[in-house]
């Protein structure tokens, strides 16, 4: 009896594990971030749209705020602008930009022409502070707590959807009534 | 023949020298010590390119990776030790920018799996053995009898 049960043992046992395996793994290409509960990494930056004024994350504490990485070259960052301008009339929280390896011309003018749905956008042209993000392709948007820890992160467009069921929930203590 | 031979082997040669070119093209750091340049040498090979996955920093030749290239670069120039880099980058980036992995407790079934796998086998093999040893005198037997009806 044991000659064809512990074979059917060893069967069910390497389906489980591949069952789990499948159910758990993250979305295609998708590679977990190691900054998810530890503190976002502080930068200051010029800021694109006013460059009297620095982008510096120690003014960013105390409220949370959504941390998107885009570029005028980024395909998939143009399809998510409406996403992010929903997301600035929602004004749930500000959206603080991170344009990476970009032209400032070129992202003034997609500002302009799309609308602007960034409180502040902090330049980063030498790609230093994305690296710190652990970025490694434009879109990618981080849910930052006022505690400045990552909660969150999202590699990809920003759809609605991901607004509504992944960064709403994960806000806490907001003002009442504003969804 | 010979003139075959030299044809192919001479193809090979203008081949590896064409690869040899593409391969300094794509990154053409020079740091001043040979000693630095052997580690930065080692350290871009086994760091992978995470936005094309399946290259290792060396030779991949897009932005994110020459970035990340000059990062080594000025870390090892600061006098970076390799560990520290590896940490570094890890710490950005997670362990999946290592192409060695490294022992931890998250992964450690992954590292004893073979030697659980091996045992297993070992038990079945002597099970299988033991009992085949039992069986030949057994089989013997009817044989004889076959050969004298």
Known sequence: MTRFLLPLALFILLA??????????????????????????????PSLTDPAHAVRSADLKGHWYLFNVWGTWCGECRQEHETLLQVRRAAVLPIIGLDWKDDDAQAVAWLTQLGNPYQSVGTDHSGRVAIDWGVYGAPETFLVSPQGVVVYKHVGALTPDTWTREILPRVSGLPAGKT | MMWRAARTSLLCAALSLGMAHVAWAVDPTELPDPKLQARYVALTHELRCMQCQNESLADSPVDLAADLRREVRDQLLAGKSDDDIRAWMSARYGDFILFRPRYSLRNAWLWGAPAVLLLIGALVCWRVVRNRMTLLPADHEPLEEDGQT
Do not use: W
């Open chain 1, 16 to 45: 489980a594990v591949l069952a789990v395996g499948i159910r758990h793994s993250p979305e295609k290409g998708v590679i977990a971030s190691p900054l998810l509960g530890k503190p976002a990494p502080p930068f200051t930056l």
